[in-house]
């Protein structure tokens, strides 16, 4: 079969390797769609390495049909449409024992150790397939819609941790993929405004599109400005990163008001250094939270999510690529003015 694998920094191999077979409680799944993720982008550029073992085939938010089932394997059957919940975990760490399997002490993640998305194939092992990590989809609908999945549902997990209450103002710094996907959970949760901050035209048109009550261009408008009007002056209940630049994290405590929420839910490119006034923390009591992978649970509320078109993720995919053209459509993601890139095996 043909995959992509990532054998190094810049290093991006479509290549023909062996297609996977179901072993003994195992499932074979056919990819359909694989939306690629800024962590792809990560990875390949060398930004990302912890977690990371190459030769692997990239890919983590990949949904697609069951092509074959292993001896043993109940409660599947060939042709079901299903996204994959892309984490193995070990089960018993201090983490696992917790419930925040997301963190799990020996996490192996498909597309960085376990063989991921960007192939006409992917092999769920046997453990996979026994903690559940195949979704089915209660009915067929387009794939890529499914491949959302994956980065709904570590957004369902960030938002657990900044809430959203009714009536409440809540900005979002970025309207990449993740901004826009925070976006309408923040609606869906009963925010009353939802500002985005992007200095992306087509970006802000999108968030509009999608339930945006102001967007804000900052470099050309004072952001904090815009949110102190809006809030008679005292600032937003909540502030969620969805851009990856650490001055973010220093704009967002300076958005939110006393008692305020901000999650840090971007990763940081290299050390991931951010400079921070910490006495807004102290002063103004602001709770100040991250938000890393998702649960299996997320995966399940973000299937729902999907199915019942609570969350628009069909109008989120602007561009495909065919699987023989990964390196391009993972280029592609990088730029600003497009939104999810799908690759479709
Ligand atoms: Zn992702
Ligand atoms: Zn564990």
């Not at 999608?210 to 952001?223: F, K, M, N, Q, W």
């Not at 299937?303 to 592609?332: N, S």
């Amino acid at each position: 079969m043909l995959a992509a694998v990532f054998r190094g920094p810049g290093d991006l191999d479509v290549t023909e390797i062996e297609t996977p077979e179901a072993g003994p409680g195992e499932v074979v799944v056919r990819v359909g769609a694989n939306t690629v993720c800024g962590t792809d982008v990560r990875i390949l550029r060398g930004e990302k390495t912890r977690g990371v073992e190459p030769p692997v085939v990239l890919g983590h938010e990949l949904a697609g049909h069951i092509a074959e089932v292993g001896r043993g394997v109940e409660g599947y059957e060939v042709g079901a449409p299903v996204a994959m919940y892309p984490l193995l975990q070990c089960g018993r760490c201090f983490y696992c024992l917790r419930g925040m399997e997301n963190v799990c002490e020996h996490l192996r993640i498909f597309g960085n150790v376990e063989n991921g998305g960007l192939a006409e194939y992917v092999r769920l092992p046997a453990r996979a397939v026994e903690r559940g990590n195949l979704f089915v989809a209660r009915e067929e609908r387009p794939i890529e819609e499914l491949a959302l999945a994956e980065p709904l549902a570590c957004c369902v997990n960030g938002l657990e941790k900044y809430r959203v209450e009714v009536g409440d103002t809540v900005v979002i710094l970025g309207a990449g993929p993740i901004g826009l996907l925070h976006l309408q959970l923040a609606l869906l949760s009963g925010a009353r405004e939802v500002i985005v901050s992007n200095p992306s035209e087509p970006r802000r048109r999108f968030a509009e599109r999608l339930g945006a009550t102001v967007t804000v261009d900052p470099r050309a408008e004072d952001l904090p400005e815009v949110v102190r009007e809006r809030t008679g002056g005292r600032g937003a209940d909540a502030a969620v990163i969805c851009i990856g630049k650490p001055e973010l994290v220093n704009e967002a405590l300076r958005l939110v008001r006393k008692g305020g929420r901000v999650n840090a839910f971007a990763g940081l490119s290299g050390a991931g250094w951010a400079e921070v006034e910490a006495n807004l923390i102290h002063y103004n009591e602001v709770l100040l939270s991250g938000g890393s992978n998702c649960r299996r649970r997320d995966f399940e509320t973000a299937m729902r999510l999907i199915e019942e078109r609570r969350i628009d993720t069909a109008a989120m995919v602007t561009d495909r690529f065919p699987l023989a053209e990964a390196a391009r459509a993972i280029e592609r993601s990088s730029r600003s003015d497009g939104m999810k890139v799908a690759v479709m095996p």
